[in-house]
């Protein structure tokens, strides 16, 4: 018989991952981590939670969550010629002391609750309505189920591009200011992580989301794809509900539909791309990644092209919107935005118009 604490575990220890990056990337040794503190913590010995990559070393601790101050005291020596340039702990940069070979540091884990953020290197940006995650994947710091496939590079760019080229359609069909001036919740896009133990973002796909203001309900298409980058179909899930999900097929319309259970938009999955529209609505047709870019259609018109490029080393994202016709599509555009490459913080966004 299934008792009550048997569903619902009172979960008091939480697992916090450490990176630690490498001044020359390549360069091999793993380090041998000591931890201390006045009250219970110790590394984590599951499986792949002590690792080493290109790029950094990550390991993670296990500790009780704590509301007061908790500082952790971490010490390791270097071996060979490694040097590092920073350490990570969530999304801060962690002051260290280096006496010859020997690396000391510590952090206060106070407050540190749900799951881990340290390895979660993303990029937001928001206006009303509408909200994007920019996922920074690296081959350097690859991890979880893609440590041992082959990198999906291809997909990668892919989903970036879809994921930009579908916030213009869902502007283009005035979306976001219809939910935020009704308070009905935004529209979500954004890809998948490679770099992440815990999360396994497997296989390479990239995410529309309806997400009510009251998050639970939440319909959350996963938009999964094949080896060249395109689109292969639909598994929906809801969210905040376990094991609820849907598999919608080659052609079956995805209906989003809001609190209230009015139509909001709808999704389809074809053979040469993704449709979306709203009730009565034009129909906008993202094509699949092809020649480094997707193009745009209105109503089977070509209105426009997005090209996009991540530099995860200097945290340069550019986008590329060209105008090819439509008297309300938006004029062509490049935007740059500049993020911390270690961390996907936001720092800074430049837009320059260059056509009607």
Known sequence: MISFNDVYLNNSIRKTAIRIIKKCPGIYGMIKVGIKANFEVGISNEPNLCYEVPNEFVFYIEHEKKHDKGDVHVSFELKNELDIEAILVEKDYIQFEKNGNQILFKFDISGFTGSTTTLSIHTRIEEPGLKIRLEHNHIGR??????NINYPGTQII????????????????????????????YMYILGFETNNEIHTDYPPHWHLIYRWETFVGS????LYLG???ETLYNKCYIDGIEGVCRTFENGEWCKFVD??????????????????????GDVYHMSNFE??????KKNDVKIGEIEVADDVK???????????????????YVQKIIYDPL??????????????
């Open 219 to 222: 319909q959350a298409p996963h």
């Open 314 to 332: 200097k945290g340069i994202y550019e986008i590329k919107w060209t105008k090819l016709s439509g008297i309300e599509t938006p004029g062509s």
């Open 227 to 229: 080896e060249n980058g």
């Open 343 to 356: 961390t996907g913080v936001f720092f800074e966004s430049h837009v320059h118009n260059f056509g009607l």
């Open 291 to 296: 020649e480094n870019k997707v193009v745009i």
């Open 259 to 280: 609190y209230l259970g009015t139509d909001v938009c709808a999704l389809c999955v074809k053979d040469d791309g993704v449709f979306v529209t709203k009730p009565y």
């Open 158 to 185: 892919a989903a970036h591009h879809y994921i930009m080229g579908m916030r213009e359609i869902i502007r283009m069909l005035n979306l976001p200011s219809y939910l935020a001036n009704n308070n009905l919740g």
């Open 142 to 147: 690859k991890a979880g189920m893609y440590r």
